[in-house]
């Protein structure tokens, strides 16, 4: 009798060469989801923390001035202006960005209400902050 020569791979080979890819890819997607969620949760947070930045400056300030691009107030004894500056939101007495990546912002005032509006990302937004 002779003996059969094994050339290639044999079907369970095979099969669980299949299960560990899919298994590798299962996992490979499963990163990649959770990195674009926590990209996603960065940016909330970052006008999130503006938002409440900027109320807090307001709720301490004095002589509060709307016009439709910017705000100018006295905070601390010092005069600050908030307003954007390339695509981004600052409050100057130095330079401080508060949100990036903003287009078209505006403040408006109705009663005594102060509101921000800005677009990013193609969608708009409007933020009561006083």
Same mark, same amino acid.
């Given at each position: 009798?002779?003996?059969?020569?094994?050339?290639?791979f044999t079907m369970i080979d095979?099969?669980?060469?299949?299960?560990?890819?899919?298994?590798? &890819?299962?996992?490979?997607l499963v990163f990649l989801q959770?990195?674009?969620?926590?990209?996603?949760?960065?940016?909330?947070?970052?006008?999130?923390?503006?938002?409440?930045?900027?109320?807090?400056?307001?709720?301490?300030?004095?002589?509060?001035?709307?016009?439709?691009?910017?705000? &100018?107030?006295?905070?601390?004894?010092?005069?600050?202006? #908030?307003?954007?500056?390339?695509?981004?939101?600052?409050?100057?007495?130095? *330079?401080?960005?508060?949100?990036?990546?903003?287009?078209n912002v505006a403040f408006y005032?109705?009663?005594?209400?102060?509101?921000?509006? *800005?677009?990013?990302?193609?969608?708009? *937004?409007?933020?009561? #902050? *006083?």
């Amino acid at each position: 009798m002779k003996r059969s020569i094994k050339n290639g791979f044999t079907m369970i080979d095979a099969l669980l060469s299949l299960l560990v890819f899919s298994i590798v &890819t299962l996992c490979i997607l499963v990163f990649l989801q959770t990195c674009l969620k926590m990209l996603n949760m960065d940016m909330l947070q970052q006008e999130q923390m503006a938002v409440i930045q900027l109320r807090e400056i307001l709720s301490l300030s004095k002589d509060i001035e709307v016009q439709s691009h910017e705000l &100018t107030m006295n905070y601390k004894h010092e005069s600050i202006w #908030i307003g954007q500056d390339k695509d981004r939101l600052v409050k100057k007495e130095g *330079y401080e960005i508060l949100m990036e990546g903003v287009k078209n912002v505006a403040f408006y005032q109705q009663d005594e209400e102060i509101f921000l509006s *800005y677009s990013k990302a193609d969608k708009k *937004y409007n933020v009561q #902050i *006083y």
